[in-house]
Nanobody, 120 residues
Framework: QVQLVESGGGLVQVGESLRLSCAVSGSIFSINAMGWHRQAPGKQRELVAT???????FYGGSVKGRFTISRDNAQNTVFLQMDSLKPEDKAVYYCYVLIDNSDDSIRQYWGQGTQVTVSS
């Protein structure tokens, strides 16, 4: 089994910063990609940021230039640095990981979610 443990959410003021962390543990053959999605009340889950095994990064349009994703391969941990937070960034943030299995299959796992609230 694979476990994802998220941390770092909380309540901040507009313009402030937060840093989310997600540690992956368990039966890991090879991590393909890691990243974050978020879901605001009444809205669909959307991509926030992704980082691949080669180091490539991709961001959702609304967070480009404000959020930075990074990963520590030795610790199987992915981070999301969120700067210049806006009220519309309020959501539950979910970490995910794509695991390459030894049989060439790929499986996706999700974290439990961490709440980010931005107060004006």
């Amino acid at each position: 089994q694979v476990q994802l443990v998220e941390s770092g959410g909380g309540l901040v003021q507009v313009g402030e910063s937060l840093r989310l962390s997600c540690a992956v543990s368990g039966s890991i053959f090879s991590i393909n990609a890691m990243g974050w999605h978020r879901q605001a009340p009444g809205k669909q889950r959307e991509l926030v940021a992704t980082t691949t095994r080669t180091g490539s990064t991709f961001y959702g349009g609304s967070v480009k230039g404000r959020f930075t994703i990074s990963r520590d391969n030795a610790q199987n941990t992915v981070f999301l640095q969120m700067d210049s937070l806006k009220p519309e960034d309020k959501a539950v943030y979910y970490c995910y990981v794509l695991i390459d299995n030894s049989d060439d299959s790929i499986r996706q796992y999700w974290g439990q979610g961490t709440q980010v609230t931005v107060s004006s």
